[in-house]
T-cell receptor
Framework: KNEVEQSPQNLTAQEGEFITINCSYSVGISALHWLQQHPGGGIVSLFMLSSGKKKHGRLIATINIQEKHSSLHITASHPRDSAVYICAVRFNFGNEKLTFGTGTRLTIIP | NAGVTQTPKFRILKIGQSMTLQCTQDMNHNYMYWYRQDPGMGLKLIYYSVGAGITDKGEVPNGYNVSRSTTEDFPLRLELAAPSQTSVYFC????????????FGQGTRLTVV
């Protein structure tokens, strides 16, 4: 079965801490997306990656294809980073469909 | 740069009523999708379209219908609304399968009472 698992489900940290959110998946993929959803808001795409590492500001996303695992890191976390972070993958044999994790709710305390 | 626009943002329906959730994108994307998001669950695909005139069912299509008469628009129709359709609905688009970024609308929060 094609599955996506995220950990942790909930994460609370102090402002300034280094944050890591994990995503693992069951079978081969063509792409992995990291998305951000603010409370009551829409969903914004942060990264799309199929190998290696991408960086945008304080956000870093990495993927290890052999281990079927991706991480999203936030450096120098800030209260405005508080949101739900969602991992979604396009499985190799899932044609046009994305399969989503259940999300990680991140709360950064000032 | 509007991206993906969904309307309405909020709606309350009575059981048995019908409504259409509108979705339009101005990026000339071929692929469009409708998802629903229930508490504690990942987004589930309702319907998708790979181009004008072509639609297909996703994981949870029952109780919904779609059409794609133009590249820009992908409305989602709810017939005979049921409490189980209470959810947040997201429309998304992408330029092609695989290596392209997905763009999401702001969501529609629907309550069926």
């Amino acid at each position: 079965k094609n599955e996506v698992e995220q950990s942790p489900q909930n994460l609370t940290a102090q402002e300034g801490e280094f944050i890591t959110i994990n995503c693992s998946y069951s079978v081969g993929i063509s792409a992995l997306h990291w998305l951000q959803q603010h409370p009551g808001g829409g969903i914004v795409s942060l990264f799309m990656l199929s190998s290696g590492k991408k960086k945008h500001g304080r956000l870093i996303a990495t993927i290890n294809i052999q281990e079927k695992h991706s991480s999203l890191h936030i450096t120098a976390s800030h209260p405005r980073d508080s949101a739900v972070y969602i991992c979604a993958v396009r499985f190799n044999f899932g044609n046009e469909k994305l399969t989503f994790g259940t999300g990680t709710r991140l709360t950064i305390i000032p | 740069n509007a991206g993906v626009t969904q309307t309405p943002k909020f709606r309350i329906l009575k059981i048995g009523q019908s409504m259409t959730l509108q979705c339009t994108q101005d990026m000339n994307h071929n692929y469009m999708y409708w998802y629903r998001q229930d508490p504690g669950m990942g987004l589930k695909l309702i319907y998708y379209s790979v181009g004008a005139g072509i639609t297909d069912k996703g994981e949870v299509p029952n109780g919904y219908n779609v059409s794609r008469s133009t590249t820009e628009d992908f409305p989602l129709r709810l017939e005979l609304a049921a409490p189980s359709q209470t959810s947040v609905y997201f429309c998304a688009s992408s330029s092609r399968v695989g290596q392209s970024e997905a763009f999401f609308g702001q969501g529609t929060r629907l309550t069926v009472v």
